[in-house]
């Protein structure tokens, strides 16, 4: 069975940092796009950040460039997303999902991770 796992999530104070990882099982996922958004409750779900399958290209929210980024290993089947001064406004469920089809939707999500950030 293909699946997400994201990990990493937790509390951590306004200005520290969180590794998060996303971990696919059950087919590699090393040609396709893969992507972090995050939802915050009562809110929609929002893009974070995606990297191309070769990590050529990169991709980040306004809200979040300078502070965050977004690495892959293809031979571990693992994206990660490294969270710098973090701020309350990133608190969220933070999600990855893939891209199988070029230029198509993303398709394929994990579960989610908690990310709190107190004052």
């Known amino acids: 069975q293909v699946q997400l796992v994201e990990s990493g999530g937790g509390l951590v104070q306004a200005g520290g940092s969180l590794r998060l990882s996303c971990a696919a099982s059950?087919?590699?996922?090393?040609?396709?796009?893969m992507a972090w958004f995050r939802q915050a409750p009562g809110k929609e779900r929002e893009f974070v950040a995606a990297?191309?399958?070769?990590?050529?290209?990169?991709y980040y929210a306004d809200s979040v460039k300078g502070r965050f980024t977004i690495s892959r290993d293809n031979a571990k089947n693992t994206v990660y997303l490294q969270m710098n001064s973090l701020k309350p406004e990133d608190a969220a469920v933070y999600y990855c999902a893939v891209q199988r089809v070029i230029g198509g939707s993303y398709d394929l999500w994990g579960q989610g991770t908690q990310v709190t950030v107190f004052p």
């Open positions: 990297i191309s399958w070769s990590a050529g290209s990169l």
């Open positions: 059950g087919r590699t996922f090393s040609r396709y796009a």
